[in-house]
């Protein structure tokens, strides 16, 4: 190994730099860096946001650690099969020859290797051997996306079992720990306040951070609602608008009503998509797009419903089977326009050039989101955009909301029936256990039928901020926003937003119906405020209903429901300038 080759490293590896960082470390890595040498703990936390350059600093640590005699041995324990490989061939850059090959049955790794790459369930099931060959040598263990030790309680404890003789252990994750209360392996828990114990990192570098700097790209999420239809158990047919107020049973069957392939829910939203994807190739030549299904028979259909869309056939990758690695690999290195996934491609793979996403499932958990999104952040040049496409479903774009909020993980928090993060979680351990199994299944269980969908396009969020009223699929009004350029600064996003949705706005003046008008307008007007309002108090803390009271108080007026146009228009001039700060 080398300390030399590892300090020649793109902060970024094994991908480009992103322009404008520093050539060598980021500041955030040499800092870091700096920190545990001048301390050398024997845990460590390093909490990066996707494309920060996780690996790179791992790896410039590990050669320090080598040159220094103080570990002869490196364990690196990852989620999937594919990340063990992407570890072996990163480390084999800096001369760390690593295994990824390594399997309990065999026992030991050559004499031509300096440490192994295992997996979170490997380990787990035989912790005594991988305890046995962590107390051989001295050893760093390296922890990536740690959060997964906190999967389930046999997981954490079988890891502590393996580990607890290491020498050193480097824990590494780029998104928000889970909110359950499986306490993780080697992290440092502190008792806040309020009584609850929360994960403490060594070292933090959040998405803002990264985003001021020019490390990850800024995204634009596209919201679609549209009309829904659907037969329950009951036999009753039940119609209604995605995004809209309802049920948390009805928005559940609305969501998986848009995600039925025989909708034109999906195939509208695919065939925006595509045509977004078509936009910014002409700034983004390889830039390439990435659709996450909720299964493997979802994927196969929407491979197909694209193929026929974008005239070419996508690679579909269905889970953490052999052969999936060398199709990500080849999407990765390739020219190709579209990848459908189940999984696979969650969390850890580093394919630099996708910049347009749709979230094509009912995985509702804040780490699954975090983990998506985290796929297409990865800058490699400055002004590169990411574009995902989301149903109006309040959970999914609450969670884009929060984008740049930094969350701990949290202990002995209680759960009650309507936290958000429990509203779908048994579906999501179905989801787990059908793609651990191979299993293409519906996981929905028949519970209901779906017998139509028609999408909408909603909003643009971007920066806190929504943009855009709603529009028809296919109309002038969609194609502005979708027609933005692939390569923009950071402040030339917000202005060119502003500017679409002044212009749609004096578009739907002039087309609509005078009748209809003054309908129309207050419906969107009151739901644009109300998805304001429901940001706003995300952020601060504050009830719905005390924000409501907030702007009423401040702009004057009536009740929301008897407010008019141009009231709930101040009302959303003012919240507006609440979000920057300007109250």
Avoid at 500 to 528: I, L, N
């Amino acid at each position: 190994m080398s300390t030399a080759a590892a300090s020649s490293l793109s902060p970024a590896f094994p991908e480009r730099a992103a322009w404008g960082t520093a050539a060598k470390l980021r500041a955030w890595q040499a800092d870091a860096l700096t920190q545990y040498l001048h301390d050398t703990p024997r845990d460590f936390l390093a909490v990066a946001t996707p494309g920060a350059g996780k690996t790179t600093y791992a790896l410039r640590l590990a050669t320090e650690l080598f040159a220094m005699g103080r570990i002869s041995r490196v364990t690196v324990v990852a989620p999937t099969e594919h990340l063990k490989t992407q570890w072996a061939d990163a480390a084999s850059r800096v001369g760390i020859s690593i295994d990824p090959h390594f399997t309990n049955a065999a026992g030991r790794h050559g004499a031509e290797f300096h440490g192994v790459a295992v997996t979170y369930a490997q380990v787990a099931s035989k912790p005594l051997l991988h305890r046995a060959r962590t107390q051989a040598a001295p050893t760093l263990v390296i922890l990536d996306e740690i959060h997964h030790g906190g999967d389930n309680l046999s997981w954490g404890d079988a890891i502590r079992e393996a580990f607890e003789p290491a020498t050193h252990r480097l824990g590494l994750t780029g998104t928000p720990f889970r909110s359950d209360t499986s306490p993780i392996p080697f992290v440092r828990y502190e008792m806040g306040k309020d009584s609850i114990r929360r994960s403490e990192a060594d070292y933090t570098y959040g998405y803002a951070e990264a985003l001021r700097d020019g490390v990850v790209r800024p995204v634009l999420f596209l919201a679609y609602g549209g009309s829904m239809r659907w037969r329950t158990k009951a036999g009753d047919e039940v119609s209604a608008r995605l995004g809209e107020p309802m049920t948390k049973d009805a928005t559940a069957q609305a969501w998986r009503t848009a995600l039925d392939v025989n909708g034109e829910w999906i195939p509208s939203v695919l065939a925006a998509a595509d045509k977004r994807l078509t936009q910014v190739r002409r700034g983004v030549p390889d830039a390439g797009g990435l659709v996450i299904a909720s299964n493997q028979t979802q994927a196969r259909a929407y491979a197909r419903i694209l193929a026929g869309i974008s005239g070419e056939k996508p690679i579909v990758v269905l889970s953490d089977y052999a052969g999936s690695s060398g199709k990500i690999e080849e999407f990765a290195e390739g020219n190709q326009r579209w990848m459908v996934a189940v999984r696979m491609v969650s969390e850890g793979v580093d394919v630099p050039r996708l910049c347009v996403g749709v979230y094509a499932t009912s995985t509702s958990t804040p780490l699954y989101f975090a983990q998506a999104v985290g796929r297409f952040v990865r800058a490699r040049r400055r002004g590169e955009m990411a574009s995902i496409f989301l149903p109006s479903v309040p959970l999914i774009l609450e969670h884009a909301a929060r984008l740049e909020e930094e969350r701990d993980h949290a202990l002995d928090r209680v759960c009650n029936p309507g936290d958000e993060e429990s509203m779908w979680s048994p579906e999501d351990d179905l989801l787990a256990a059908a793609n651990r199994t191979g299993s293409g299944a519906d996981l929905d269980d028949l519970s209901f039928e779906a017998l139509g969908s028609e999408a909408e396009f909603d909003h643009v969020l971007f920066d806190a901020q929504q943009f855009g009223l709603n529009a028809e699929v296919g109309s002038a009004d969609e194609q502005e926003f979708l027609g933005l350029p692939g390569l923009l600064e950071l402040d030339q996003v917000a202005t060119l937003l502003r500017a679409r949705q002044s212009a749609q706005k004096g578009s739907s003046r002039r087309k609509v119906d005078p009748e209809m008008a003054t309908h129309r307008a207050m419906a969107a007007s009151r739901k644009e405020l109300n998805s304001l309002v429901s940001a706003y108090a995300r952020k601060s803390g504050a009830p719905h209903a005390v924000v409501h009271a907030d702007l009423r108080q401040s702009c004057g007026g009536p009740a929301l429901d008897q407010a008019n146009a141009a009231q709930v228009a101040l009302r959303i001039e003012t919240i507006r300038r609440w979000f920057v700060g300007r109250r």
